[in-house]
């Protein structure tokens, strides 16, 4: 009774929370939920499959509590937890331009850094910075900006503070990516922020990567920062709202149309 209830809750309000009805049928991807209303209605949530396990435990609780406690008035806020969490992990499609030399957003959120940097993390030259900050209310699946190979990959263990913080880039846990493109290095480093203390990273060296990739992702709230060669034309300032794989951060000279 707990799950059905449950599902009709998600069933009722997906719709409005994860996306958008198509007509006709819509084969489902591996690792997403699906609501068919007189097979002509489809309601895609495509949900990280890192995810799960918090899905699985929170809709777990939600059973006991309903059934230990069979109030409804009791059983609204695990309800809208789970409903929350199924939420954050989304892990929408995006559409991703691919005209040659443009470097995309690495994640959802609000640029909250646009800057010059005399070195870079890993590559150690110049570079033009831009920090992307996600809060528990962002899509916090990464993307590459670029198309490349991982030539190298670095861990740091670190503090936990509020990510939207300058010296959250440095101080905080975080993993430093450096991506060889045509266009030259990128670095993308994912920082954990306050809440968040996991981060997935799905990037090994010497892997290969395309423009708009997924490649991992922050749990509960976090920052990506993003180092560009000096020679990109950054098309972003600070306050912006960027959405992964498809907001253009900057142009770069470029020989090939998918860097």
Not at 162 to 190: C, I, W, Y
């Amino acid at each position: 009774m707990p799950g059905f209830f449950l599902q009709k809750v998600l069933n009722r309000y997906s719709l409005y929370w994860f996306g958008r009805g198509v007509t006709g049928p819509h084969p489902v991807r591996r690792g997403e939920l699906r609501y068919d209303r007189r097979s002509e209605e489809t309601v895609r949530i495509p949900i990280a499959r890192e995810g799960w396990p918090f899905i699985a435990a929170f809709a777990g609780g939600t059973a006991l509590i309903a059934a230990f406690c069979p109030s409804v008035v009791g059983d609204i806020p695990p309800v809208l937890l789970t409903l929350w969490c199924v939420w954050f992990f989304r892990d929408p499609e995006r559409a991703t331009p691919q005209e040659a030399g443009l470097l995309i957003a690495p994640a959802d959120g609000r640029v909250v850094a646009v800057e010059e940097v005399a070195a870079a993390p890993l590559s150690g030259q110049p570079a033009r910075k831009v920090s992307i900050f996600m809060n528990v209310f962002s899509v916090h699946v990464n993307r590459m900006p670029a198309a490349g190979r991982i030539q190298r990959q670095v861990y740091h263990p670190g503090r936990f503070l509020n990510a939207a913080l300058d010296k959250a880039s440095l101080e905080n846990e975080r993993m430093e990516l450096l991506l060889v493109t045509d266009a030259g290095p990128v670095v993308v480093v994912q920082v954990a922020g306050l809440v968040a203390r996991r981060i997935v990273c799905r990037a090994g060296e010497g892997s290969q990567w395309l423009r708009g990739e997924r490649f991992g992702l922050i749990r509960f709230g976090s920052r990506v920062d993003l180092y560009l060669p000096r020679t990109a034309q950054v098309s972003l300032n600070i306050g912006d709202r960027t959405r992964a794989g498809e907001t253009i951060v900057a142009q770069v000279e470029s020989s090939r149309a998918n860097v």
